[in-house]
């Protein structure tokens, strides 16, 4: 079942007299449950597209449809209360809060749906295990070695549950040895949990754990060899 | 509409230095702010509430004030004449140097008598001693000390102070708290008149039963083309004297608004600071689902916090300026520090907060969250 859906997806940006346009006419089906690795050369593209999907960027023309509902004319607040349930977004720069605690960070979108205190507890703590940092969890993020962040960072996209993970080069600032503890996080959520997940990346040792892989290149879309 | 709190509170606390030192900054802008209100409150309502509103001042026709007004002793009989009104005290009224144990200061000297001053100053009463009879003795004010800028002991009873030629011994203490009154130095009003070498009486005190009484003889005396003088409510005299200080006032706003603007700038400085270099987290709690508007919010409130602190700060010292003697040309006067003012110094330190993160709210306000991100 198609769980996102790009259609006719153009993007393009004005940079004085010149136009340019990462994205032109791009068409995606994601289906539920899958583990996407989008790949291509610096400057393409991947970056507006995941946002794009996250609603955090609007296209220029086209369609994004998740679930279902094309999110594309939401207002700001709209989306925003939709990301918050459907979406984990993960960072190449983990974007921690440094001024908050590892427990804190991961209850920061939990804070925004209705529930008890006690059930926000239980949530941020099963988070916190599922990334094996329970033992952090009072820890700031200037305590944490970069891989710790980004795993306080997945807890932080995972906390509310969402369908969807999407991720941005997430072991772009790790060594080999965090991102393998990354890529092996966010393939147990996608083969235990069941969640979505659309990883940037342009290595391609990070692309191997992806059951299916796309190239941007040149405003295209082009499935790639698994 | 949720509000990132924590992290906002976390972010102040994390800026220890910065937020102490822009509170700190808030508190100076209020404080002062609060000392010139209170002065100038001080000095228009001392001066306003020396009038007794029962009593009605008899000047030489033409003279605004007492230290420029000469009444002889005929027109004194002539009002004196004039029955119905329970006091009538003729004064001598001089700003003169006294010297005080060798050291001339300028200070301000009332002649009266003893067995009506106290009538007609209602809101006079004797602290220790008595009032000066003749033979050159003096009763002093209880803030005449500090008007004259010498130690509360060189004005004890028994001490003994030059003026006029004379010498003058203390004989007595009195208040006349919140009023002019409470910085003179109080003699015989024979007394003056003869080391000043002078016949004619600086004014006329009347003491009438009640207001209607008081309007009546004002009503009379200007009827009256034998008695040439100009006559006024005892209120009214102190009330344009008042208003004659007015200006100060404006002196006082000015500064206050020059201060307030200083604390603007302060607190804007510091969250222009925090917020710029906090965009990218502001992003952040925009993908993670806070809205826009608690976002910007939540940083006016950081600023709001602040400055409130500060605004606390400064009313806590600036209460500590009430009913505080302070000495300036004019006389002495106690700072007035109320509810009022201190209401208005808090509203003015959350103006400065609002004010303060406005322009660096507004600068991120607009940007997309992509933008933000990518600071
Ligand atoms: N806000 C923007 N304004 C102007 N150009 C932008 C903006 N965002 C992205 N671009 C441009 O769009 C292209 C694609 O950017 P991006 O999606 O970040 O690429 P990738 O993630 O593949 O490296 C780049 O050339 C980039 O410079
Ligand atoms: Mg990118």
Not at chain 1, 79 to 100: C, E, H, I, K, S
């Amino acid at each position: 079942m198609t769980l996102i859906a790009l259609e006719k997806i153009s993007k393009s940006y004005k940079k004085g007299d010149t136009t340019i346009t990462p994205l032109d006419g791009v068409d995606l089906e994601v289906d539920e449950g899958a583990f996407l690795a989008l790949m291509g050369p610096s400057g393409s593209g991947k970056s507006t597209l995941l946002n794009l999907v996250a609603g955090i960027d609007r296209p220029s023309a086209g369609k994004v449809i998740v679930a279902g509902q094309d999110i594309t004319r939401w207002s700001e607040d709209r989306l925003a209360d939709w990301r918050t349930r459907a979406v984990g977004y993960v960072f190449q720069q983990f974007n921690l809060m440094p001024v908050l605690t590892a427990f804190e960070n991961v209850e920061l979108p939990l804070l925004l749906l209705p529930m008890s205190r006690a059930q926000r507890k239980k949530q941020v703590l099963t988070a916190l295990e599922l990334v094996g940092l329970l033992d952090r969890a009072g820890h700031y993020p200037r305590q944490l070695s970069g891989g710790q962040e980004q795993r306080v960072a997945i807890a932080r996209a995972v906390a509310t549950d969402p369908q969807i993970i999407l991720a941005d080069e997430p072991t772009g600032n790790l060594d080999r040895e965090s991102a393998t503890e990354v890529m092996n996080l966010l393939v147990g959520l996608n083969a235990e949990l069941g969640k979505t997940i659309v990883i940037v990346t342009h290595d391609a040792l990070v692309s191997a754990y992806a059951s299916r892989k796309l190239h941007l290149d040149k405003g295209e879309l082009v499935e790639a060899s698994a | 509409m949720k509000l990132p709190l924590r992290y906002n509170l976390r972010s102040l606390v994390e800026r220890k230095t910065r937020t102490a030192m822009t509170i700190l900054s808030i508190a100076t802008a209020i404080f002062l702010s609060i000392m010139m209100v209170a002065l100038s409150r001080g000095l228009v309502e001392t001066t306003r509430a020396t009038g007794s509103p029962l009593n009605v001042i008899v000047l030489s026709q033409g003279a605004e004030s007492m230290e420029f007004s000469a009444i002889d002793a005929e027109i004194v009989h002539h009002l004196q004449a004039l029955s119905g009104q329970p006091l009538v005290s003729a004064q001598a009224y001089i700003s003169t140097f006294v010297a005080i144990g060798g050291v001339e200061k300028r200070g301000v000297v009332r002649g009266l008598h003893a067995t009506t001053a106290l009538g007609i100053h209602d809101n006079a009463r004797l602290l220790e001693g008595r009032l000066p009879n003749r033979g050159f003795e003096l009763a002093v004010g209880n803030l005449a000390a500090t008007k004259l800028g010498v130690a509360p002991s060189a004005l004890a009873i028994g001490q003994a102070v030059d003026f006029e030629g004379q010498s003058w011994t203390i004989v007595g203490r009195f208040e006349a708290p919140n009023t002019i009154l409470d910085s003179e130095l109080w003699a015989d009003v024979d007394d003056i008149l003869l080391a000043t070498k002078r016949s004619d009486y600086s004014a006329v005190m009347l003491r009438t039963k009640d207001a209607k009484a008081a309007g009546d003889i004002l009503f009379a005396l200007a009827l009256r083309t034998d008695i040439r003088v100009g006559a006024r409510a005892e209120r009214e005299y102190y009330g344009v004297k008042a208003r004659a200080m007015e200006p100060l006032r404006s002196v006082a706003l000015v500064m206050t608004l020059m201060l307030v603007l200083g604390g603007i700038l302060a607190g804007m400085n510091t969250m222009f600071t925090s917020i710029s270099g906090r965009t990218r987290e502001m992003g952040v709690l925009l993908v993670l689902g806070y809205h826009r508007r608690a976002v910007l919010f939540s940083f006016m409130l950081e600023s709001l916090a602040m400055c409130l602190a500060g605004g606390l700060v400064g009313c806590t010292a600036g209460l500590l300026l009430n009913g505080l003697p302070m000495k300036i040309p004019m006389g002495v006067f106690r700072f007035v520090v109320d509810a009022q003012t201190l209401a208005m110094a808090m509203a003015l330190a959350a103006f400065i907060g609002i004010v303060g993160a406005l322009v660096p709210v507004l600068r991120v306000a607009r940007l997309s969250v992509v933008a933000a991100l990518r600071d």
